[in-house]
């Protein structure tokens, strides 16, 4: 089993800047992949950013450029270092974790591990 436990949101002028934070507790070894999600009132989740063990990441078009995914292994920390915020990246925000076969990526159905997520707010 594995815990998420996000930390960071809240609210922030469009072109402000937000940093993320998910502390994973349990039994980590086995996760291949870490990634973060969001969901926006009226929407449908969907993926943002995605790191592997090895360090390669995946990005969401609408956030390339604005937003870097990042890990501490030794602190089993993962963040999402959020730039130039607009008020369309107002969402919930959930990291997640994967620990099935499955390669870098932002399909949702491949992560079994979900935080409670954090709430950001961006403002114009």
């Known amino acids: 089993q594995v815990q998420l436990v996000e930390s960071g949101g809240g609210s922030v002028q469009a072109g402000g800047s937000l940093r993320l934070s998910c502390a994973a507790y349990?039994?980590?070894?086995?996760?291949?992949?870490m990634g973060w999600f969001r969901q926006a009132p009226g929407k449908e989740r969907e993926g943002v950013a995605a790191i592997d063990s090895d360090g390669s990441t995946t990005y969401a078009g609408s956030v390339k450029d604005r937003f870097t995914i990042s890990q501490d292994n030794a602190k089993n920390t993962l963040y999402l270092q959020m730039n130039s915020l607009k008020p369309e990246d107002t969402a919930m925000y959930y990291c997640a974790a994967a620990t099935g076969p499955y390669g870098l990526g932002l399909v949702e159905g491949d992560y079994n591990y979900w935080g409670q997520g954090t709430q950001v707010t961006v403002s114009s």
């Open positions: 349990g039994y980590t070894y086995n996760t291949h992949c």
